[in-house]
């Protein structure tokens, strides 16, 4: 199994969920972050007083996967969040020891 954690702009969202439903990812998990890289952040002028935003919007998702399919959800995340500008993102994938649906008991690839 394979975990992939992703950073994608916030717009990219529901374009990237329907992608990856389409090709039979069940479940992930989402999460609202903040974080910078190479963007470095920003500044904005607000009331006439201008100020630095050093952490830029982010989303992350987080889905495990079985091994074999692990590089059909990598290729439809860069394909589905690419805009071609500065902060598309990051994807990151780990190896997942084991997995283990809380309800039912199943473990590893039942789980997922």
């Known amino acids: 199994m394979k975990f992939i954690i992703a950073t994608i702009k916030p717009f990219k969202l529901e374009e990237v969920r329907e992608a990856l439903t389409e090709i039979g990812v069940r479940g992930m998990m989402v999460t609202e972050i903040k ?11 607000y009331r006439g007083a201008e100020y630095a935003v050093n952490f830029v919007p982010k989303i992350k998702l ?3 996967v079985s091994a074999d399919m692990a590089d059909q959800v990598i290729e439809t995340i860069t394909k589905t969040a690419r805009t071609g500008k500065i902060g598309d993102g990051k994807i990151f994938v780990l ?10 008991g199943e473990t590893n690839g039942d789980a997922l």
């Open 35 to 45: 974080g910078f890289g190479s963007q470095s952040g920003h500044t904005e002028i």
């Open 62 to 64: 987080e889905i495990v």
């Open 95 to 104: 190896d997942a020891q084991q997995a283990i649906r809380v309800r039912t």
